[in-house]
């Protein structure tokens, strides 16, 4: 039976946690799009040595899981004699460095598909290789990749209630308190649930169409 005085009371606490895990999925998403786009331009210049090291960052972060990712990240500092580093540091550090290698390999495919020809017309013209990228490339590999950015998006918001396992007072860990004080397990990671089917069934939804448009503007 659902208990709605107990769900009134969580109200206030669930939401200063959503606020919380929406902070940190959007700056990590945020962080990890410059990332992601530094590191892919590394996986397509003419230099051996920066291409070995652009794969080697996709295949490290992806490779390993994002849980291990936090705990390494938050456990890190104390081992060369620095502060703790804040739970939500920390968990922003995490989330921007694994959604940095996902978005490289998506704007990579981005980048590959735009024709040759208009990175030697502008290298003609005298533009720089970063003016290039920033001014030509990029909003076109943004365009054409859109949909897969946001569908990245929804994964980071699903994986970021793995930083609970740092303290962050993140939605999954304020459910966990919850349920633990009143024992009403079922019903508090039910609620859970739906908050994150209100937030990423909206995205994905955006997500196809924004897939269905870009393939009928390209018909």
């Keep these: 039976m659902f208990d709605w005085p107990t769900f009134l009371f969580s109200l206030p606490l669930l939401g200063k946690a959503l606020l919380i895990t929406l902070q940190t999925s959007l700056l990590g998403n945020a962080i990890g799009f410059v990332i992601g786009t530094l590191i892919s331009s590394m996986q397509l210049a003419k230099a051996p040595l920066l291409r070995r090291l652009g794969g080697s960052y996709i295949f490290i972060f992806r490779g390993v899981p994002l849980l291990v990712q936090l705990l390494v990240i938050y456990y890190l500092a ?46 003609l013209l005298g533009m720089s290789r970063p003016a290039i990228l920033l001014r030509i490339e990029l909003p076109q590999a943004v365009q054409s990749t859109l949909p897969s950015l946001v569908n990245e998006l929804v994964l ?16 999954t860990r304020v459910a966990q308190n919850l349920a633990s004080s009143d024992y009403l397990f079922f019903q508090h990671y039910l609620v859970l649930a739906g908050i994150y089917c209100l937030i990423n069934i909206p995205l994905t939804m955006f997500g196809r169409r924004l897939e269905r448009h870009l393939e009928r503007s390209l018909a």
Aim: proline share 6%.
């Design 78 to 123: 104390p081992m060369f004699g620095l502060p703790n580093l804040l739970p939500m540091v920390a968990a922003i550090m995490a989330l921007s460095l694994c959604s940095g290698a996902y978005i490289a390999e998506i704007l990579r495919g981005g980048l590959l598909a735009i024709p040759s020809g208009q990175r030697e017309a502008a290298h």
């Design 156 to 171: 980071l918001i699903k994986s970021s209630a793995l930083v609970s396992v740092v303290g962050l007072a993140d939605l």
